[in-house]
């Protein structure tokens, strides 16, 4: 994937909508397991909730029928990630539990995003669900309407953030920062036959990732 795309936090498509925190509401989506009585000898469904693992592997397995490989998948939320990338299970629940998938399809990145629910397993799952159901047009001879609708999915140029401005991660301490601020400042400053805007810019990174790590 060309473009550099966070898993974490989250990097939502410009110019996609968002839902407002108080519209959002609870993904009636669940996995269904077999339960049995060795008392009694009786075997029933139950019914749960999917966790965020369920809801990743559902993700995945949808994007796998597409013929896509995992390096060439994105996964991004506001949950912190693990070391092979994706969200981690068990953390506490973010405030904004929206959830983007990012793929490559020849030379365009696309993009699914969903935040109508109020959980990051359930934004995923509804993800899932919806590529799902795409292929299915697939199956059933319609390759040109899915190529169409993918088309629409296709992923705006992210907006610039702080920490690529700055040539940090994320992740970067004040120190790094600050740091960083110091090189760049010394290399644009007009003083120093750099130019305004391009100060400005530095000072609005440095800015923003202060915020960040407050």
């Known amino acids: 994937m060309s473009e550099v795309i966070e898993a974490y936090p989250l990097s939502w498509p410009a110019?996609?909508?968002?839902?407002p925190a108080d519209a959002r509401t609870r993904a009636r989506f669940n996995r269904r397991e077999q339960q049995y009585s060795s008392a009694s000898q009786i075997t029933?469904?139950?019914?749960?909730?999917?966790?965020?693992?369920?809801s990743i592997a559902r993700t995945?397995?949808?994007?796998?029928?597409?013929?896509?490989?995992?390096?060439?998948?994105?996964?991004?939320?506001n949950l912190p990630t693990r070391l092979d990338g994706m969200p981690r299970s068990g953390a506490a629940a973010p405030a904004d539990p929206g959830a983007a998938v990012y793929w490559t399809h020849g030379k365009a990145t696309r993009c699914m995003a969903i935040d109508r629910y109020?959980?990051?397993?359930?934004?995923l799952a509804a993800i899932a669900a919806t590529l799902e159901h795409m292929r299915a047009i697939d199956r059933h001879g319609g390759a040109e309407i899915l190529d169409r609708a993918f088309t629409g999915f296709t992923a705006l140029p992210q907006p610039e953030q702080w920490w690529q401005v700055l040539g940090v991660t994320s992740r970067a301490s004040r120190d790094e920062i600050d740091a960083a601020y110091r090189r760049l400042a010394m290399e644009h400053h007009p003083d120093r036959g750099g130019n305004d805007s391009e100060m400005a810019r530095i000072n609005g990174a440095r800015d923003q990732g202060y915020e960040a790590t407050a």
């Open 15 to 19: 110019g996609w909508r968002r839902t």
């Open 44 to 54: 029933w469904t139950r019914k749960r909730e999917l966790t965020v693992a369920d």
């Open 60 to 77: 995945q397995t949808a994007l796998e029928s597409m013929g896509l490989a995992r390096d060439d998948v994105v996964i991004s939320t």
């Open 118 to 123: 109020d959980t990051v397993a359930g934004n």
